[in-house]
């Protein structure tokens, strides 16, 4: 069975600081792995997507993730931290069988203290 | 439209009653997803629309929930007999089909059964 795992319920940084945001993955065949992010009352926004290529992802507002196929994991980092990024962070792994269907981490609270 | 508008953004609902939720996907994706956002639960799949059939219906959580689509357009999940444990925020997602591409998500609507 697909899954993603978000060990870290919360992150909290100080501004200016590099973050990091852990997601691990487990799927069969290729995986096709997403980030998005979601601040208070509103929906989730696209950070970024693995499909194919590069290991390390370009994402929206400075964001970027690291594809390591050894160690099934697809962290979100930035290396310098605002506090307009606290939010919820998930991780999402689209599911085989061409549905499109997202399967989702937990999510993990970021929180970044001025 | 520039994006998937859902309706209401709140609900306040008494246990037992219909509900209807309301999704405006952004016009020509082909795909529509239900997700439900529930404290402790994360994001779970709910039901996967391709034009207006529904291939992928696993993760409705009982026949009290209910989805449809009609002109390949808007969706609307329907609840009924609501429970309190169906308190959530409902969330609604489209992407264009046919290749690999990220989902596209509503602001959700926050349902709440008392």
């Known amino acids: 069975a697909q899954s993603v795992a978000q060990p870290e319920d919360q992150v909290n940084v100080a501004e200016g600081n590099p973050l990091t945001v852990k997601c691990t993955y487990s799927?069969?065949?290729?995986?096709?792995l997403f980030w998005y992010v979601q601040y208070p009352n509103r929906g989730l926004q696209f950070l970024l997507k693995?499909?194919?290529?590069?290991?390390l992802v370009k994402g929206s507002y400075g964001f970027e993730a690291e594809f390591n196929k050894s160690q099934t994991s697809f962290h979100l980092k930035k290396p310098s931290a605002l506090v307009s990024d606290s939010a919820l962070y998930f991780c999402?792994?689209?599911?085989?069988?061409?549905?499109?269907?997202?399967?989702f981490g937990q999510g993990t609270t970021l929180q970044v203290k001025p | 439209g520039a994006g998937v508008s859902q309706s209401p953004s709140n609900k306040v609902t008494e246990k037992g009653k219909d509900v209807e939720l309301r999704c405006d996907p952004i016009s020509g994706h082909t795909a529509l997803y239900w997700y439900r956002q529930s404290l402790g639960q994360g994001l779970e799949f709910l039901i996967y629309?391709?034009?207006?059939?529904?291939?992928?219906k696993s993760g409705l959580p009982s026949d009290r929930f209910s989805a449809e689509r009609t002109g390949g357009s808007v969706s609307t999940l329907t609840i009924q007999r609501t429970q309190q444990e169906d308190s959530a925020v409902y969330l609604c997602a489209s992407l264009l089909r046919g290749r690999v591409t990220e989902a596209f998500f509503g602001q959700g609507t926050r349902l709440t059964v008392v």
């Open positions: 693995y499909i194919t290529g590069d290991n």
């Open positions: 999402a792994v689209m599911s085989s069988g061409n549905t499109g269907k997202l399967i």
């Open positions: 629309f391709q034009g207006n059939s529904a291939p992928d």
């Open positions: 799927v069969s065949g290729n995986p096709y």
